[in-house]
């Protein structure tokens, strides 16, 4: 089977389309909290402890997309800008969306922070690999 070049952007758009929906998910919890009378309307425009636990724990993973995940998305355009699109970078770039799926399932929910946190060092290696198979690209162009 072919490889396609454009297949990388596969992952990121599962990416891109977590961070849209931890967007609506945190929408959800926001109006079932209001509603539910469980938020400091004193505190709410600034302060986030106005707001109870399940509403945090979807602002801090959606805050969260936009640590690992950036570099994630340099390091793939990068890639593909340099044509070194591979099957192993495929490999490595699903596994990094997957990861991230995994780290907010358990992020937004449960939040076991060990397991939560294996999970990301998990993601780092994936994102560290890539960047040594880009420095490979560079140096082989």
Known sequence: MPLNPAWIFVPVLIQLTLTIVLYFLLARRKRKAAEAGEVNEARRGIYDDAWPESVILV????RNQFE????????????WSLNAVNWLVLALA????????????????SN???VRRRIFIF?????????VLL???????
Do not use: D, E, K, Q
């Open 68 to 79: 690992l995940p950036v570099l994630f998305y340099v390091v793939i355009l990068s890639l």
């Open 123 to 131: 993601g780092v290696l994936l994102v560290a690999a890539l960047c």
């Open 135 to 141: 420095g490979r690209a560079i140096a082989m162009s």
């Open 59 to 62: 602002n801090n993973c959606i």
């Open 112 to 114: 076991v922070v060990p």
């Open 94 to 109: 699903g596994l990094f969306a997957i990861s991230r799926l995994v780290h907010a399932y358990i992020h937004t929910g």
